[in-house]
């Protein structure tokens, strides 16, 4: 019974001290977190994937405009000069002359299928880029929700934190109380166990709450290509993603 009624008193404690750490003003909507979550997004616009993909689409542009060009390369220009002809003055024997004509030739070579192969893979690479600019598109999109949902992860995790070690801050001091009640004899080793467990549940609690955390900056990071303090204090001094 004594161990039942300990329990709710840490329970309306901790429920107490929560309503404490979080007003009511903090669950609400707050614009200037999500301007701070937007400039986040403008840092992590350089990431490694998207930069990675503009570059696909640039090769692919690149190859749009060689196959525009490219029926240049099926077209044959072949020529033939009479140098015997040349040779010849003007004084020469008419008869012999004209056996020499045309003194020079000149033809185009044009493969018949070129009208109709040509344009096909004209069209074939340009949807190739229009394809990789699609995807470049696509990779923007995922990195801004990523990171907008990193963020507030987060932020929730850090007040997940802040809640769980003012908890553990009163096991601890309620475990030394009961470890001194339990040195007079005041009460029992079951009553002691009891406490002591419930100290060490709430520890494991906030070290799995440090281990979330430290993953969430993690990822974050990465997506930002930045320390996320260091982010977050540019920011609120008013510098943009070009002070990287």
């Known amino acids: 019974m004594k161990i039942f009624i300990l329990g709710v008193f840490y329970f309306l404690r901790c429920f107490t001290l929560g309503a404490q750490e979080i007003s009511t003003d903090s669950l609400q909507f707050n614009p200037n977190i999500d301007s701070v979550a937007e400039k986040l997004v403008a840092m992590a616009m350089i990431n490694a994937r998207i930069s990675g993909s503009e570059n696909v689409a640039g090769a692919a542009e690149y190859e749009f405009k060689r196959a ?8 044959a ?3 033939n000069l009479n140098e015997l002809s040349l040779k010849q003055g003007s004084a020469a024997n008419p008869l012999n002359q004209s056996t020499q004509f045309p003194r020079y030739n000149i033809g185009v070579v044009i493969p018949l299928g070129l009208f109709i192969n040509n344009g096909k893979q004209t069209r074939a690479a340009y949807y190739r880029y229009e394809a ?11 990195i801004r929700k990523e990171v907008l949902i990193k963020y507030e992860d987060y932020l929730m995790n850090k007040q997940l934190l802040a809640l769980q070690q003012s908890a553990l801050q009163d096991a601890k001091i309620l475990l030394s109380r009961h470890e001194e009640k339990f040195a007079e004899g005041n009460i029992t080793l079951e009553q002691y166990t009891a406490t002591n467990k419930q100290y060490n549940s709430e520890k494991v609690r906030v070290i799995n709450l440090i281990r979330e955390l430290k993953v969430i900056v993690a990822e974050l990071e990465a997506l930002i290509g930045m ?6 204090d540019q920011i609120s001094r008013g510098q943009g993603p070009a002070s990287k």
């Open 68 to 75: 525009r060009t490219s029926w240049l390369n099926n077209v």
């Open 77 to 79: 220009v072949a020529g």
């Open 132 to 142: 990789a600019a699609d995807n470049v598109r696509v990779e923007q999109q995922n």
């Open 227 to 232: 320390n996320i303090e260091v982010a977050l």
